[in-house]
């Protein structure tokens, strides 16, 4: 009975320690930007993901973690500046946004892709919907600032087209539908039915499909070899409207059924503009942000608290 009443105490001071030690992280002030605090707990998410990023030998480099965590100090720093240039300009970004955006990255995932790819970067969903709110919050500010400087003049687009012609060579692209299930014999009873004509392909798909496209009756859209997973490669041999055999893949096991076929072509002009005036846009938009932005870093007024800076291990 004492051991337990010790057990219990010692677990419930460490919560509190833990507590503690969270709460403080919270109010812990690391820098100020513009007059604007950052906590070290604001930082500390940061770089531990950046750590967590290295091998277990780069984690005992203290030159490495030394860069780690200057590079996510900075991060945070520009971070704010960039919040606070959204907040001066009323720039902002909707939940609806990130979600539309999290949304079409996880139709790009097979079952369990997307909690596969969290687990290998050690993070979590809140995590990247906050880094998909600032690349969005980037994005927007460039658009709404920068409108003249990154305007893309026709003979600008012409000059490139004519410059990069191997570019624009479209490879052979597949429209692709497929059903996912966790094995083979449950494929083969389906592919079964879908041939012997009991059930359509895209029923089947959203009835019993695990992948998150079942709900479009497992529509892939069209993609190119190599684009996705080795699995979809298959697809390239097979005839329009006819269904593969099952596929294994680390998701599970698949059935592709071709709808339509686009074989590979060179892109004209006019085929190809609207793709050259986003590249160079998209460089123009780079080139001047990090120009905004080292301004922005010049003039600010930035203060790190050393003390708190250098204990951090």
Not at 39 to 55: A, N, R
Not at 87 to 96: D, G, M, T, Y
Not at 175 to 192: C, L, M, S, W, Y
Not at 201 to 214: G, H, I, K, L, V
Request: glycine fraction near 4%; include cysteine.
């Amino acid at each position: 009975m004492i051991r337990f009443w010790l057990n219990a105490l010692l677990a419930s001071l460490f919560l509190v320690a833990c507590t503690s030690k969270l709460e403080d992280n919270k109010t812990t002030l690391l820098a100020k930007v513009n007059g604007d605090p950052i906590f070290l707990g604001d930082f500390l998410v940061g770089y531990q993901q950046l750590k967590s990023e290295q091998d277990d030998i780069s984690q005992k480099n203290p030159k490495i973690i030394e860069s780690l965590k200057s590079r996510a100090l900075n991060e945070t720093i520009i971070l704010t500046i960039v919040r606070q240039e959204a907040a001066k300009h009323q720039i902002r970004v909707s939940r609806e946004q990130v979600e539309s955006k999290l949304a079409d990255w996880k139709d790009g995932y097979p079952p369990g892709g997307f909690e596969e790819m969290l687990k290998k970067q050690n993070t979590t969903e809140a995590l990247l919907k906050q880094r998909i709110e600032d690349q969005l919050l980037i994005e927007k500010i460039t658009g709404s600032l920068f409108t003249n400087e990154t305007l893309v003049p026709d003979e600008e687009v012409k000059t490139y087209f004519k410059q990069h012609e191997k570019e624009f060579i479209e490879p052979e692209k597949v429209h692709v539908f497929q059903i996912v299930v966790p094995t083979r014999e449950e494929a083969e009873k389906i592919r079964q039915e879908i041939t012997t004509g009991k059930i359509s392909f895209e029923s089947a798909a959203r009835a019993r499909s695990m992948s998150p496209d079942s709900s479009k009756g497992g529509d892939l859209g069209f993609f190119a070899k190599n684009e996705k997973i080795e699995a979809f490669n298959a697809a390239f041999s097979l005839s329009v409207n006819t269904i593969s055999k099952p596929i294994s893949s680390r998701f599970g096991v698949h059935l592709l059924k071709v709808v339509e076929k686009k074989p590979s072509k060179r892109l004209l002009f006019n085929e190809a503009k609207a793709e050259i005036v986003k590249k160079l846009k998209k460089e123009k938009e780079g080139t001047v942000y990090k120009e905004w932005l080292s301004k922005l870093l010049k003039d600010g007024e930035i203060y790190k608290n050393e003390s708190v800076y250098n204990s951090i291990l």
